[in-house]
Every structure is written in structure tokens, then in C-alpha cells.
């Protein structure tokens, strides 16, 4: 199914009048303390925000997972998928692929279908989680870090392998998550685990192609419950130096112990130029990969504000590949991802309120107060009209919950792929 250009007008018409006055009453108020609102739906307009290929069916636990009816069966249907959030959205114009779950059967016919609805193909993720049918090694003691010169191999030479398939796509960069670790003390030596890894990476980092980036993601804990090799920003970023300027550390929202200070952590990272990617999500408890801006919004908005200086301030650190990394157990998985992106626009553009300069003397004059209310002045702000300016600016619509509800989306779905179909994932 496709959204075409006269439903998302015919949508807007009917909530426009809202709309402008919302968007007028806060530009102005904008204008007035000196910002400029152009410059700033701009700049939330260009922002783009991967959806990976794994996120467009409903996601399960260790104990159970429930269908959402009208999942994509294969990955001509999940890119559909991804037009329809861009269409209505704008801001979801890429797409990462998770190997060997969505392989192309066809590369020109999959590299069509994603142009003709305007997305890219961001980072490929590799997979040494999980053992595949008939490998002739298993992952069950880890991949890139096993003490088996043979399992080592099979890990680097499918990453290898995924390089190659982002290649043929267009993907510039490999995002490697490993499980690796061990579950109980005495299991693993951690400086032969550590060692093995670090010169696993190196061994996919010669085979990337000069313009490629590898991202180096961590996880503190689970699947393994004792130790993981990649546990913190520290060891991936040792990790990524140990390999060359090509490799970066990736920071995942939900990969941290609880009530860690992020956002100094992506601080730091952009200081130094190694801050290569972002997954977004929010958490309660641990990797709960539940909506992103669900539980923490404010932790998001400080996230962002260090982002956004970084982005403004810090030309040694490249573009950083953004992506979702969200699990939808309960929720339709596409309504959860435009929640998702509109949390995310809307962090963005609080943080683009802030007053950097004010900030920047009120630190100077030890002025704690005045830092807080700077930031808490920017927070407090609802900046949801921005969002929709930005989205009607580039043809998306007013409010894409409301839309792909009175479209009737999932309906129109499960009359084409059937009630009963499972996306391919975890
Ligand atoms: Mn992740």
C-alpha cells in the first residue's frame, strides 16, 4: 500500500486552521525572544532517522510474542512499510538492514522500490547472536571473541559478507552488536576475550570500503549475565582506536547501567571525534527498548542538547548514522515508530531552543540557577507545532497518529498481506 500526495492534502485541510494559529502564536512568541523559527523547522526537516528492517512486526520476549496482524512477510513489504511512516512523517527516509534476516533477493528491484519512496540505506547490522541454519560453527560461547580460531573466522567472514551486501545498496557503514560475554565468574578469560575481538574488528575493518565507517556498539549486560567483551563506551572506544579513524563508538539509549549520564557520555564522544551512530529507545528498567520519549523525555532533551552543541561545534566528529532500536509488543509497530519520531523531532527541536550563548555565560558566572532555568525554559516549551511546519514543509501531514488511523492503515494492510503474517526478527 502506498499513501498518495492527495490523502496527505486532504488530511491536512481538515486540521489547518488549528495548525496555523498554533504555529503563528509560538513564532511569534519565538521570533520575539530572538530566534529564528525558520532556520529551526529547517533544520528538523532535514533530520532523518533510520527505521531498521526488524522493527516493522511486532517484537516478542523470551516468553511469548503476540502478532499485530498485517505484518510484512518479506523486505519488499517492510521498505513499503517504511514509505508509508516517511509519507506521513518526512522524517524517516532511511532504512537499516539487519543480515541474514532481510537479504535482497533482488538488489536493482529493492534499490528501485526504496528510491522511488525516497529512502536511503543507512548502516547494515551484522548478526553473531544467533547460530544460522547449517554454519558449521555455533555462536554459543561467542563469535568475534571465541576461543575457537574457526568460530572467530565464521564471525569475521559473515561480516565480511554483510559489508559487501550494504555495498551493493549503498550503506556506508557496518554497525557491529555483539553478544559475546559469559553468564557465570571463571567462564571467560577477559583480557584473551577482550584481545581476540579487538583483533577480530581489525580483520573486518581492512575489508571495508574506503567511505565506509564501522560503528562499535556496547551493552553492559544480557544475553550474557556475568560479563559482556564490549560492555561500555570505554571498551568501545578502545575497540574503534584500536582499529583505525574509519571505526567509531555507537551509543544505544538502552545499553547502559541504570541512571548513567548519557548525555556526557555522547558529549565527550563528539569532543574527541569518535561518536559514529545513535539508537534510539527508552527504558524503565534495562534494555527495555520500549518508545522512545515514553518514560525519560527529559533525559532525551539533555541527550539532544549535548547533540545538538556537537553537531554545532565539533566538525572533527562525522555525521552520526541515527536509528531507532525499538522492540513493539503491545502497540502496532508502525503508530509505535511515528510516536517514536515525533519524541525524537521533538527533543531535537526543544534543544534547538536552547539559548546557547545565555547558557554559555550563565556557566561562566557560576550562575546555577540560571543554567537550570535555560534549559528548563527551552524543555517547557511545546514545540509540537514546529514539528507539524516542518513535516506540512516537506508533504507529510499535520499529525501522522491521527492520519494513519482516519486512512485506516493497518486495516488496508491486513486485507493485502492477511491477518495472520509474521515479520521476520526476534
Ligand atoms: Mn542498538
Given at each position: 500500500m502506498k499513501i498518495n500526495q492527495s490523502e496527505i492534502s486532504d488530511f491536512n485541510q481538515k486540521v489547518v486552521k488549528d495548525h496555523k494559529e498554533n504555529f503563528d502564536f509560538l513564532a511569534n512568541k519565538l521570533t520575539n525572544k530572538g530566534k529564528d523559527v525558520n532556520s529551526i523547522v529547517d533544520k528538523l526537516a532535514a533530520f532523518q532517522i533510520a527505521i531498521p528492517s526488524w522493527a516493522l512486526g511486532a517484537g516478542g520476549t523470551r516468553f511469548g510474542r503476540f502478532s499485530f496482524y498485517g505484518e510484512p512477510t518479506n523486505l519488499e513489504q517492510k521498505i513499503e512499510d517504511i514509505g508509508i511512516l516517511h509519507s506521513l512523517t518526512q522524517t524517516a527516509g532511511a532504512v537499516s538492514l539487519h543480515i541474514p534476516w532481510d537479504i535482497p533477493s533482488d538488489y536493482a528491484a529493492i534499490k528501485e522500490k526504496a528510491t522511488a519512496l525516497n529512502i536511503k540505506f543507512d548502516a547494515v547490522n551484522s548478526n553473531t547472536f544467533q547460530d544460522q541454519q547449517g554454519a558449521a560453527e555455533s555462536y554459543k560461547y561467542g563469535s568475534l571473541s571465541n576461543t575457537s580460531k574457526a568460530v572467530r573466522e565464521q564471525a569475521i567472514q559473515h561480516n565480511l559478507d554483510v559489508i559487501k551486501i550494504g555495498d551493493k545498496l549503498g550503506s556506508k557503514a557496518l554497525t557491529v552488536w555483539l553478544a559475546d560475554g559469559s553468564c557465570f565468574p571463571g567462564q571467560n578469560n577477559f583480557q584473551t576475550a577482550f584481545q581476540n575481538t579487538q583483533d577480530s574488528l581489525?580483520?573486518?575493518?581492512?575489508?571495508?570500503?574506503?567511505?565506509?565507517?564501522?560503528?562499535?556498539?556496547?551493552?553492559?549486560?544480557?544475553?550474557?549475565?556475568?560479563?559482556?567483551?564490549?560492555?561500555?563506551?570505554?571498551?568501545?572506544?578502545?575497540?574503534?582506536?584500536?582499529?583505525?579513524?574509519?571505526?567509531?563508538?555507537?551509543?544505544?539509549?538502552?545499553?547502559?547501567?541504570?541512571?548513567?549520564?548519557?548525555?556526557?557520555?555522547?558529549?565527550?564522544?563528539?569532543?574527541?571525534?569518535?561518536?559514529?551512530?545513535?539508537?534510539?529507545?527508552?527504558?524503565?528498567?534495562?534494555?527495555?527498548?520500549?518508545?522512545?520519549?515514553?518514560?525519560?523525555?527529559?533525559?532525551?532533551?539533555?541527550?539532544?542538547?549535548?547533540?545538538?552543541?556537537?553537531?554545532?561545534?565539533?566538525?572533527?566528529?562525522?555525521?552520526?548514522?541515527?536509528?531507532?532500536?525499538?522492540?513493539?509488543?503491545?502497540?502496532?509497530?508502525?503508530?509505535?515508530?511515528?510516536?517514536?519520531?515525533?519524541?525524537?523531532?521533538?527533543?531535537?527541536?526543544?534543544?534547538?531552543?536552547?539559548?546557547?550563548?545565555?547558557?554559555?555565560?550563565?556557566?561562566?558566572?557560576?550562575?546555577?540557577?540560571?543554567?537550570?532555568?535555560?534549559?528548563?525554559?527551552?524543555?517547557?516549551?511545546?514545540?509540537?507545532?514546529?514539528?507539524?511546519?516542518?513535516?506540512?514543509?516537506?508533504?507529510?501531514?499535520?499529525?501522522?497518529?491521527?492520519?494513519?488511523?482516519?486512512?485506516?492503515?493497518?486495516?488496508?494492510?491486513?486485507?493485502?498481506?492477511?491477518?495472520?503474517?509474521?515479520?521476520?526478527?526476534?
Open positions: 581489525i580483520d573486518i575493518y581492512k575489508g571495508l570500503p574506503d567511505d565506509w565507517k564501522l560503528l562499535v556498539e556496547y551493552k553492559p549486560y544480557e544475553p550474557n549475565f556475568y560479563s559482556t567483551v564490549i560492555q561500555d563506551w570505554g571498551a568501545s572506544l578502545m575497540l574503534a582506536n584500536g582499529c583505525g579513524d574509519k571505526a567509531y563508538t555507537l551509543v544505544d539509549l538502552g545499553h547502559h547501567l541504570p541512571n548513567s549520564n548519557i548525555e556526557q557520555i555522547v558529549s565527550i564522544l563528539q569532543l574527541k571525534g569518535k561518536l559514529g551512530g545513535f539508537h534510539f529507545n527508552d527504558s524503565k528498567y534495562g534494555d527495555d527498548d520500549v518508545t522512545v520519549g515514553s518514560i525519560k523525555p527529559y533525559a532525551l532533551f539533555l541527550i539532544f542538547n549535548e547533540l545538538v552543541y556537537g553537531m554545532e561545534n565539533n566538525p572533527q566528529n562525522p555525521d552520526l548514522a541515527w536509528m531507532i532500536d525499538a522492540s513493539h509488543n503491545v502497540k502496532d509497530p508502525l503508530e509505535d515508530l511515528i510516536q517514536s519520531l515525533e519524541a525524537i523531532q521533538e527533543a531535537y527541536a526543544k534543544a534547538l531552543l536552547i539559548d546557547q550563548k545565555a547558557l554559555r555565560t550563565a556557566q561562566l558566572e557560576n550562575d546555577v540557577v540560571k543554567c537550570q532555568e535555560i534549559l528548563q525554559g527551552a524543555y517547557r516549551t511545546d514545540v509540537r507545532p514546529l514539528l507539524e511546519k516542518a513535516r506540512v514543509n516537506a508533504g507529510g501531514v499535520i499529525s501522522p497518529i491521527d492520519a494513519y488511523r482516519s486512512l485506516g492503515v493497518r486495516e488496508q494492510l491486513i486485507k493485502e498481506r492477511g491477518k495472520h503474517t509474521v515479520a521476520t526478527g526476534l
